[in-house]
């Protein structure tokens, strides 16, 4: 299992890394508006994508380990995603409103895409490799033509030649090469798994998704700041998902949930800890020196990273228990506030903070309403002592930001010490990495 998450997280974390500094790069090298208009074609194609997959995905992928004749309920699922997207394709007539709803045209080739299957028949390093290649591609396409007035339909051309490219080697891998049926019968398995697909849709909201709201009631400067910050604290969800992916069966066990909640609030401390106390540092390096003038934006997303962290374990359990309906009415209701409130903020911020701050409180309701559906008292009394316990450690880049100043070796010394002692102080949580 170690080796397994090892390669997994290289991989996704190679091609995350590349995707922070390859923006970082395009934002110095070209305008707000066309940084924005990448936001409004990587948000809208990731909607599409938690459209198509609703419910179904995570449930087909359940069905595909444990059903011997797993190319039939591929198959079915296939069609499912197909016929649903022929109709979302339809929406590219919006076009007529923004030539940018034209990535509704992208849909049948999203839902051609079987990396969820990948996952579910025990392949996660090829699925990490996919994922991998769809990450890169089009901003490597970016980066070698450099043509500034036309940013955001070379990133749509790069997905398209990205998706291609995957879907023929998905279809290699699985050995299941036959283009599935359109069939409007197929779309009733959508509404057994319709709940957890409000949930998806939710989290989506909480996220990048924002930017689908937030691109009518913000400026280009505006919009262009939050994707690039929003991309970053996604990348880190992600991060955390996969920790969460690998130990999926075992987080039934509350003592698991603990071990793993642990690893997830010092990841969380160290982002917010790298924006409070070595902002400039922290920003452009990530960034760009050009957004240190949004401080707060980022120290709000900090917060928010923060407390996604500290009780994500009980997400997963609630799905395990079964509390679905408890847990698609807190998730839709996180993201209905977090909506309304990007467009009041919008009113009063002149600036990406509104965004950020909207994002935050949403994370506040969703924390509080899965210690509402499954927490106790101890769950919170052990995570809240092991926060303290972390926070006592961030003395040692707060004393060497004060004492030498907020420089880049001064910042990753510090944090690397304080990560060298968090792996030593916990390195027996570590091991249910090599036991499971």
């Known amino acids: ?66 059903t011997e004749n797993w190319k039939q309920e591929y198959q079915n699922t296939q069609s499912a995603r197909l016929t649903l997207s022929i109709f979302i394709a339809g929406f590219a007539l919006l076009a007529f409103i923004d030539q940018f ?18 996952y579910g028949r ?49 279809s290699f891998s699985l050995k299941a090469f036959h283009l599935p049926k359109i069939s409007f019968s197929s779309l009733k398995m959508y509404v057994s798994t319709l709940s957890l ?43 955390l998902r996969i920790l969460h992916q690998a130990f999926f069966k075992e987080m039934i066990n509350e003592d698991v949930c603990l071990k793993i909640d642990q690893l997830s609030i010092v990841g969380g401390i160290i982002f917010l800890g790298s924006v409070l106390i070595f902002p400039g540092s922290f920003i452009q390096l990530f960034f760009g020196e050009q957004y240190l003038k949004n401080e707060l934006f980022f120290i709000a997303l900090g917060l928010a990273a923060f407390i996604y962290s500290m009780f994500l374990s009980m997400a997963t359990r609630s799905m395990l228990l079964k509390k679905d309906r408890t847990y698609t009415i807190t998730t839709i209701a996180a993201a209905v506030v977090t909506i309304i409130l990007t467009i009041i903020f919008s009113f ?77 102080l916990h390195s027996k949580k570590l091991k249910i990495f090599s036991q499971s």
Request: charged share 10%; aromatic share 16%; hydrophobic share 60%.
């Open 1 to 66: 299992m170690l080796k397994r998450i090892f390669a997994i997280a290289l991989l996704t974390g190679t091609g995350q890394v590349f995707v922070i500094f390859a923006l970082k790069y395009i934002s110095q090298h070209s305008s707000p508006e066309q940084v924005k208009t990448i936001g409004q074609i990587d948000s809208l194609v990731l909607f599409i994508m938690n459209i198509v997959a609703l419910g179904l995905q995570p449930a087909a992928m359940r069905n595909l380990a444990l």
């Open 101 to 118: 709803y034209l990535a509704f045209l992208i849909a049948p080739l999203l839902a051609l895409s079987g990396d969820y299957a990948l």
């Open 122 to 170: 025990g392949y996660p390093i090829k699925a990490a490799l996919i994922a991998f290649i769809r990450t890169v591609i089009p901003l490597f396409i970016i980066l070698i033509i450099n043509d500034t007035w036309q940013l955001s339909w070379l990133y749509f051309s790069g997905l398209l030649l990205a998706y291609l490219i995957t879907n023929l080697v998905i």
């Open 197 to 239: 697909g409000f949930v998806s849709l939710g989290l989506y909201f909480i996220g990048i998704g924002i930017i689908l709201v937030a691109q009518y009631f913000y400026s280009a400067p505006e919009l262009a700041i939050a994707f690039i910050g929003l991309k970053f604290y996604v990348i880190y969800k992600g991060i």
């Open 348 to 424: 009063f911020y002149s600036s990406a903070f509104g965004i950020a701050l909207s994002i935050l409180i949403g994370e506040l309701l969703w924390m509080f309403g899965l210690l509402k559906i499954i927490g106790t008292p101890k769950d919170i009394q052990s995570r809240m002592v092991f926060v303290l316990q972390c926070l006592l450690f961030l003395l040692i880049p707060l004393s060497m930001r004060y004492l030498i100043g907020d420089l880049l070796w001064v910042y990753a010394t510090s944090f690397g010490v304080f990560i060298v002692i968090q792996l030593f």
